[in-house]
T-cell receptor
Framework: AQSVTQLGSHVSVSEGALVLLRCNYS??????LFWYVQYPNQGLQLLLK??????LVKGINGFEAEFKKSETSFHLTKPSAHMSDAAEYFC?????????????FGTGTKLQVIP | DVKVTQSSRYLVKRTGEKVFLECVQD?????MFWYRQDPGLGLRLIYF???????EKGDIPEGYSVSREKKERFSLILESASTNQTSMYLC?????????????FGPGTRLTVL
């Protein structure tokens, strides 16, 4: 069965500092991996996704993530945090299960950006 | 611009009431999903539908039912609302062709059951 672990339910960074949000997954087959962002009082929107085309994936708003099979990780990074990055971030894994594409979400990481 | 809309942003109901949450998407997506989101628990799948009139239980279906009579509309029903169903409810849709297709989410309905 697939699962997703996000280390750290809350992460605080200073404006301009590196953002690193961690995600580890378990999957019995090569997975599809996603990062979503949720701004206050909104639904989730896609930041980026890994579909096996390239291990380093670039997304919107300057975010990127690297797929590391040996570490079963898909950490999200951004070189310089901006105040507008304050939000909750969810990692998700998708794989075929029982004939359907099942998506499992992590528990989320709230990012606080300190001025 | 793709869109998933939910009938209410905020809803307050009383214990025992029947509650309908409506979701509409304009992207002609086959797959639709209902999640509930609770602090520290992330998103948990309640039900999903891979096509019209089809439905499958997710991880936490107890106390809920769904209806998908038209492709664009997926309804979540709380037959008899209880206080432990106070939560944020998120609807999503997706093309089913491959697992690499992302989900598109509505803005959510924050339901409070008193």
């Amino acid at each position: 069965a697939q699962s997703v672990t996000q280390l750290g339910s809350h992460v605080s960074v200073s404006e301009g500092a590196l953002v690193l949000l961690r995600c580890n997954y378990s999957s019995s087959v090569p997975p599809y991996l996603f990062w979503y962002v949720q701004y206050p009082n909104q639904g989730l929107q896609l930041l980026l996704k890994y579909t096996s085309a390239a291990t380093l994936v670039k997304g919107i708003n300057g975010f990127e993530a690297e797929f590391k099979k040996s570490e079963t990780s898909f950490h999200l990074t951004k070189p310089s945090a901006h105040m507008s990055d304050a939000a909750e971030y969810f990692c998700a894994v998708s794989e075929t299960s029982g004939g359907y594409q099942k998506v499992t979400f992590g528990t989320g990481t709230k990012l606080q950006v300190i001025p | 611009d793709v869109k998933v809309t939910q009938s209410s942003r905020y809803l307050v109901k009383r214990t025992g009431e029947k509650v309908f949450l409506e979701c509409v998407q304009d992207m002609d997506h086959e797959n639709m999903f209902w999640y509930r989101q609770d602090p520290g628990l992330g998103l948990r799948l309640i039900y999903f539908s891979y096509d019209v009139k089809m439905k499958e239980k997710g991880d936490i279906p107890e106390g809920y039912s769904v209806s998908r009579e038209k492709k664009e509309r997926f309804s979540l029903i709380l037959e008899s609302a209880s206080t432990n169903q106070t939560s944020m409810y998120l609807c999503a849709s997706r093309l089913p062709i491959t697992g690499s297709n992302e989900q598109f989410f509505g803005p959510g309905t924050r339901l409070t059951v008193l």
